[in-house]
């Protein structure tokens, strides 16, 4: 007869601090975020105490938090302004946080080297139009990138 072992749970008398601070180890976290997973683990009054001494010492920030995400949605995942905004929104940002961070990070994105990036591996213009709108990229955009493609 095979036994089994059931490994020992922990107990949830942990810290939410310490809570907090790992999963902010890994990246930004939205207040909303950090309010849905402590709340599965403490007391309502536990996760209000704890969310409001984080945005004092300005650990929580959703501006902060919009403007990074935006970034690095647009940089490394090459995401357009129309996707991150709806992955922010799912993400408990507010409208006005949203439009702030996104501009920020648009600022800085370099939107010619892109376009000559994607025109290296896709030669027909049709697939190019198809791609940036499947990322998320305006349709004002897309009539930019008809003329970097005609001056090729």
Do not use: C
Not at 17 to 31: C, D, H, N, Q
Not at 57 to 83: C, E, N, V
Not at 111 to 122: D, P, Q, V
Request: aromatic share 12%; net charge positive.
């Amino acid at each position: 007869m095979a036994y089994r072992y059931r490994k020992k749970q922990k107990k949830r008398s942990e810290d939410p601090y310490k809570y907090v601070s790992r999963l902010l180890k890994y990246r930004l976290r939205s207040e909303k975020e950090i309010r849905d997973r402590l709340s599965q683990r403490f007391p309502f009054d536990v996760v209000e105490e704890v969310v409001s001494k984080l945005k004092e010492k300005s650990i929580i920030d959703d501006k902060r938090f919009a403007y990074m995400y935006a970034k690095d949605h647009l940089q490394i995942y090459r995401h357009g302004p129309k996707l991150i905004r709806a992955k922010l929104k799912a993400l408990g940002i507010d409208e006005d946080i949203i439009d702030e961070g996104i501009q920020a990070a648009w600022n800085e994105f370099d939107i010619e080297a892109f376009i000559k990036e994607i025109s290296r591996k896709k030669n027909d213009l049709k697939e190019i139009k198809k791609f940036l709108y499947k990322r998320g990229f305006d349709t004002s955009i897309l009539d930019n990138v008809d003329i970097e493609i005609d001056r090729r």
